[in-house]
């Protein structure tokens, strides 16, 4: 392994450890770890700071700011009386396909189409496919923004105009800024743990394999990601994946909450599934891809979940990214390793 250039690339030549070549490309320097909000003894004053600067900043505060915006100026009035209109629904789906074509059709154009920073901070060296026959019309990036739109962003808008609607009736408990403040703001940083906590008990069941070869496959056909993958999914994925909503049904919330669901769910995988680690803009490292779901990717049976949750560290399906962690998988992965006591041979 050598260390390639100041931007910490390292590009690996340790070869094949598990029957498949570790491509060269970007890769972190550090292992993923846990973040701070679960060492012990307690590390408030580092927790706080990691949530703050780390894992909502910049992208969390960007979906809570249009989440704000939109609630007040983007989403239609609801009516005190009938049910969920058409109306309602169209303008909220026009709302979010346009949020969804800004942020990963943006993403796309200046990493990929404008290649504005080469291949500086790719996970992979290889870029979208335009021959392969596994994706509508032969091109990945117009079969995943073919999902993406035509499945992602109507089930998505379906969800949230009737849970809105639900809101405004008075069918599902609400909450005011004005006199639960500190509830809601407690809600929101609970809800981006609960989000991702969900996103890996569905996951997870995506991975089993009947379900696996009928519904999850279509978002792994994606070995090499683009914003266009984040939400390029089979429609029952998409059903699973957005029925967070579900919990505002149960707990208390604010509208503009239930709208960040959706713009967390909706538009976070474009920026995390953009196959750049950072984005360099104007000298600035905005940080962007997920390394940790890279991983899932690439490896299929690591990752599962996201890195601000514990899950795949307690199931021990956790790729840190490491050799280490590489050479441990592919263990795994060897038949009657467990019978051989684990250990290469
Ligand atoms: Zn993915
Ligand atoms: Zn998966």
């Not at 394999?209 to 390029?232: A, Q």
């Not at 503009?256 to 920026?271: C, M, N, R, Y």
Request: aromatic residues 16%.
């Amino acid at each position: 392994m050598s260390q390639r250039n100041s931007h910490e690339t390292w590009e690996i030549v340790l070869g094949d450890l598990n029957g498949t070549n570790r491509s060269a490309g970007y890769r972190p320097a550090d292992p993923i770890g846990l973040p701070p909000i679960f060492a012990w003894p307690m590390k408030p004053i580092r927790s706080v700071k990691w949530l703050l600067s780390e894992f909502l900043f910049p992208w969390g505060f960007i979906f809570v700011g249009l989440a704000v915006v939109s609630w007040n100026w983007l989403t239609p009035e609801i009516g005190e009386s009938g049910g969920p209109a058409l109306s309602l629904f169209v303008i909220i789906w026009l709302r979010n396909c346009a949020l969804l074509s800004l942020v990963a059709g943006l993403l796309h154009w200046y990493l990929y189409s404008k290649s504005s920073q080469g291949a500086e901070f790719k996970f992979s060296p290889r870029w979208p496919s335009k021959t392969s026959s596994r994706f509508l019309w032969r091109n990945q990036v117009y079969d995943n923004a073919f999902w993406s739109i035509a499945s992602g962003v109507t089930v998505w808008s379906t969800f949230e105009a009737i849970t809105l609607w639900a809101w405004t009736r008075g069918i599902i408990p609400g909450a005011s800024w004005s006199t639960n403040t500190g509830y809601l703001i407690a809600a929101t940083v609970i809800f981006f743990f609960a989000s991702s906590s969900h996103f890996y008990l569905t996951h997870r069941l995506l991975h089993w394999k009947p379900l696996y070869r009928s519904v999850h496959e279509l978002h792994h056909r994606n070995v090499n990601t683009g914003p266009w993958t984040g939400i390029s999914m089979h429609p029952v994925e998409h059903i699973l994946f957005f029925s967070m909503f579900f919990v505002w049904w149960i707990v208390p919330m604010h509208p503009s909450v239930i709208i960040l669901t959706g713009f967390f769910k909706g538009l976070g995988p474009a920026v995390s599934h953009s196959g750049f680690d950072r984005l360099l803009v104007s000298r600035r490292r905005i940080p962007a891809g997920d390394w940790f779901h890279d991983l899932h990717h690439r490896h299929f049976e690591v990752n599962y979940g996201n890195p601000e949750v514990p899950f795949d560290w307690l199931m021990k399906t956790c790729h840190d990214g490491s050799d280490e962690a590489q050479r441990s998988m592919a263990v795994r992965r060897r038949p009657h390793s467990s019978a051989s006591g684990g250990a290469a041979s």
